[in-house]
């Protein structure tokens, strides 16, 4: 495994860590200024609609966010990559009660800027897993 591969692992291990923190500035740092979000069902998300929609949970957690984010194939090209994961993500309501739970694949276009990557576009494709 590559330099960049390991930068891009550790990336996602990142943005999942902090994630699960509440960390929204860490997580905002990980991406481009112009990183757009691909989501089923709504228009694409740029970073500052991806920081109005974070923002709340960050400053009083509704949920308590986890999450696993397997990464299936990372592709390094210069200073652009892409990867693929399989995502899973759980919300637990912060009051208790039953998690809401999404899950599916993310297909995400990385971008190296100042001798880092960045995540530059993300298709996230998770759907919700019913409860059983």
Do not use: C
Not at 17 to 26: N, S
Not at 39 to 58: D, H, L, N, Y
Not at 74 to 100: E, K, N, Q, Y
């Amino acid at each position: 495994m590559g330099k960049d591969e390991q930068e891009i692992r550790r990336l996602v291990d990142t943005w999942m860590a902090a994630t699960k923190a509440g960390d929204m500035e860490t997580v905002l740092g990980l991406m481009t200024d112009d990183v757009v979000f691909l989501v089923p069902g709504r228009q694409p998300m740029s970073k500052s609609e991806f920081t109005a929609v974070s923002k709340p949970q960050s400053d009083a957690p509704a949920y308590q966010i986890d999450g696993k984010s397997e990464i299936q194939e990372i592709a390094v090209l210069g200073d652009w990559a892409f990867m693929w994961t399989r995502l899973r993500v759980s919300m637990t309501p912060a009051g208790g009660g039953a998690p809401m739970v999404r899950a599916g694949h993310t297909l995400s276009v990385l971008r190296k800027e100042g001798g880092r990557w960045r995540l530059a576009r993300d298709a996230n494709m998770l759907t919700a897993i019913p409860e059983k």
